[in-house]
């Protein structure tokens, strides 16, 4: 069955219009970031900006208050959503780990009696090159791939993605490559309508003041939104203004917030510094680069794998509606699993299941003496190949119980069963 992309989407993103646009987990938190940005300028407009509107009397200019407020507003809407919509540059993950990296490495196994046994171990990091230097790169176990340079998994989002930043919980989205960009502008266009409102409010005190002769306080009392709108967005521009700040900064060093916070004290050298002119050029000149997820693709989804029916009424009808005799049969099973165990070969065990299946004679306690009384027991079959979890947002490897690696013969100290055993 064909579905797209979207729908089946390994990450914890939220999709809306059918795929059109991305979203992270916590999208809901971005209702609230609209409402903290529209609900002080409608205040602003009704209260303020609208009794502005004859104070300046050349050309009627008071209006252009009312209207600036409004675009501007709108102007950062649309850089929040432009940030929170789209594709930070989300890496598609890989259906199966890079074949050619896996290696083979002697283990110490407590099952094969404490000797070296060969198992498929995966570097865990690798070396590339950028401007010259030697960067090392990890392995995401979740992705099942190597991650490009300045690229991160994030935890919330569950996806690796290029030249990451952090995860903004105000916009709901990851902050990379492909929206770093309108991030910044809306923190910066935000500082700037904060700025604005704050302006304004403070000029309609002073008209408040020479229209009726009196002092700051009596302006107040005849006008508090504006007073409440000044103390707002000072609060605000400690955090806007600050994060402002903060992100020239980066810019101008060629970082990203997640390498500033984690190779601060490494004294590292930042390889990606190409200088204050070009790192501003590369963030606000350069091209975005297009989305490597198709996400309104189709895909084929995978078929579940056939399990064996073990449903209870399946196994009364087999049964005959005996419980006694589905128990003996299940003690018989475990004694001949244990017999295919510990044959040598599989035309060995194609036969046992013939011969069981044909309703052949059964082992006699001497058979059973002669296969346990062996010198070597047969190999032992155990699972090495990894693969990872899709469903977990830990790294961990899974052991899939298809592939199969056959080890060395194990040796073993001889058992003896008696008959009255064996028939057990």
Not at 85 to 90: E, L, Q
Request: proline letters at 5%; hydrophobic letters at 40%.
């Amino acid at each position: 069955m064909e579905k797209r992309v979207y729908e089946v989407w390994k990450g914890s993103n939220k999709f809306i219009l059918g795929g059109r646009l991305i979203f992270g987990p916590d999208a809901k938190s971005l209702l609230v970031t609209i409402l903290l940005i529209t609900v002080p300028v409608v205040i602003f407009c009704v209260f303020v900006a609208r009794h502005l509107r004859h104070a300046f009397s050349l050309y009627n200019a008071g209006y252009a208050v009312l209207v600036v407020a409004i675009v501007f507003t709108i102007y950062v809407l649309i850089l929040l959503f432009l940030t929170s919509a789209r594709d930070p540059g989300i890496i598609p993950r890989n259906s199966h780990p890079p074949e050619e990296e896996f290696r083979y490495e002697s283990s110490v196994s407590a099952e094969a009696g404490g000797r070296q046994t060969p198992s498929l171990q995966f570097p865990r990091t690798k070396e590339v090159m950028v401007n010259g230097f030697q960067v090392r790169v990890k392995y995401c176990d979740t992705c099942m791939l190597y991650r490009p340079p300045r690229c991160s998994h994030c935890s919330i989002c569950n996806n690796c993605v290029e030249r990451f930043d952090h995860h903004c919980p105000w916009v709901g989205q990851c902050i990379g490559l492909r929206n770093y960009r309108y991030f910044f502008m809306f923190v910066s266009s935000a500082t700037l309508l904060c700025i604005y409102v704050f302006s304004m409010s403070a000029v309609y005190i002073k008209v408040l003041m020479d229209d009726h002769r009196g002092t700051v306080w009596k302006a107040m009392q005849e006008s508090p939104p504006s007073i409440i709108l000044m103390a707002y967005c000072f609060i605000a521009l400690w955090f806007v203004g600050g994060l402002t700040g903060f992100h020239l900064y980066l810019i101008a060093t060629n970082q990203t917030t997640y390498e500033n916070f984690r190779f601060r004290a490494d004294n590292r050298i930042n390889v990606y510094n190409l200088g204050c002119p070009s790192n501003f050029l590369e963030v606000f000149c350069t091209k975005i680069k297009p989305s490597k997820n198709n996400l309104r693709a189709f895909v084929r989804e995978e078929a579940p794998r056939p399990t064996l029916p073990s449903t209870q009424g399946a196994e009364a009808e087999d049964l005959g509606g005996d419980p006694r005799s589905k128990v003996e049969d299940d003690l018989d099973i475990g004694e001949d699993l244990l017999k295919i165990s510990q044959r040598r070969n599989i035309g060995e065990i194609d036969e046992d299941i013939r011969s069981r299946g044909s309703n052949g004679p059964a082992h006699t306690a001497l058979d059973v003496d002669s296969i346990l009384d062996s010198d070597h027991r047969a190999p032992t079959i155990r699972s090495e190949t990894r693969h990872s979890s899709w469903g977990r947002r830990s790294g961990s490897w899974e052991i899939a119980p298809d592939d199969v690696l056959v080890n060395s013969k194990v040796t073993e100290s001889r058992s003896h069963i008696t008959p009255k055993e064996a028939r057990r």
